[in-house]
């Protein structure tokens, strides 16, 4: 994933109090960490970051002008919203770490699929406000689809801080905790889908005829109008599929391809089993 260009921001925070810690700024904290602060959500110097070795601690420092470290539990202590980014299996031993920091007035985001907000809880052993998020990886253009779901003792405040967080980066949705395997075998994982179908058209297009640059382009490019014409104009996807889909013509030709394919329970396949694996992670 390239880094997202970062430059100095002159526009003043929009959250300029918070104070944020992301614990595990891998590929989907840095993601996050770096979209943030392109958006100017939190000043800065108020954000502090842990992975978990040294030399990737400096050389992300420098390259993002945060300060990075290896210190989760100093990082907690300074922070009012804490984000957690390391993998599902290192959440537990993350949370005994910091568990001297945390207290009522925090809030904890976990993206850590699979770890349900009453294991933080507690991990914790205090009514802590845990909310649970689901991103993707098209967060760092701004594009991104989250869903959160709210653990027990979680006010309006802090759902709100937790929804600002997100909503810069893209759409958010609130659910209940028993779908967030759900959210994740459909939009966490499902950038992967998409390029697998983007690259696939793109293929066909260069079997019909077109350079790959320009298939690429024109696959990636209808994706991405298909998608803003649903999200935008609220019409079902199947009104707009009849919309293109003229009688006798070509589209119907094509259309008829892909159901005899089985895209469609191909595609309902994969997100049953995504969800499945989620909720055997989750099982441990
Ligand atoms: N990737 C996605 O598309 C996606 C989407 C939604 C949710 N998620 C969730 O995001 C989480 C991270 O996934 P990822 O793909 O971003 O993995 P990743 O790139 O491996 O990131 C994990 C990060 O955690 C750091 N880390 C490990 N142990 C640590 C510790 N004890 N203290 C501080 N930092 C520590 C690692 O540091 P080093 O770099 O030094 O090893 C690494 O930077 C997972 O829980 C996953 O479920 C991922």
């Known amino acids: 994933m390239a880094d997202i260009?970062?430059?100095?921001?002159?526009?003043p925070a929009q959250l300029p109090d918070v104070r944020v810690a992301v614990l595990g700024a891998g590929k989907m904290g840095g993601i996050l960490l770096?979209?943030?602060l392109k958006q100017n959500l939190f000043s800065a110097d108020l954000i502090h970051a842990t992975v978990a070795h040294k030399e990737r601690a400096v050389a992300l420092s420098t390259q993002w002008g945060i300060d990075v470290g290896t210190d989760n539990l100093a990082a907690a202590k300074q922070a009012d919203?804490?984000?957690?980014g390391v993998k599902p299996h290192q959440v537990a031993d993350l949370l005994a770490q910091i568990k001297p920091a945390l207290t009522?007035?925090?809030t904890?985001?976990?993206?850590?699929a699979a770890v349900k907000t009453d294991d933080i809880e507690e991990s914790a052993g205090i009514d802590l406000a845990v909310v649970r998020a689901m991103p993707n990886t098209p967060s760092a253009l701004g594009a991104g689809a989250a869903a959160l779901c709210r653990g027990r003792f979680v006010s309006d405040k802090q759902m709100e801080l937790a929804k600002r967080l997100f909503e810069t980066v893209g759409r958010v949705v609130v659910i209940e905790e028993r779908l967030m395997n759900a959210a994740t075998g459909l939009s966490g994982s499902g950038p992967a889908y998409?390029?697998?179908i983007i690259e696939a058209l793109a293929e066909a297009g260069v079997k019909v005829g077109l350079p790959?640059?320009?298939?690429?382009q024109l696959a990636a490019q209808t994706v991405f109008g298909a998608a803003k014409m649903v999200l935008e104009t609220g019409y079902h996807p199947a009104l707009l599929k009849d919309t293109v889909t003229t009688p006798s013509g070509c589209t119907v030709e094509g259309v008829l391809e892909l159901e005899k394919g089985g895209l469609r329970v191909t595609l309902l396949n994969a997100v049953e089993h995504a969800t499945a694996r989620a909720k055997e992670l989750a099982a441990g």
Do not use: C, F, G, P
């Open 108 to 112: 904890i985001v976990s993206i850590a």
């Open 81 to 84: 919203l804490i984000l957690v």
């Open 212 to 216: 790959r640059d320009v298939a690429t």
């Open 5 to 11: 260009a970062l430059e100095e921001n002159e526009v």
């Open 194 to 196: 998409v390029y697998v």
């Open 104 to 106: 009522k007035d925090k």
């Open 34 to 36: 770096q979209a943030l």
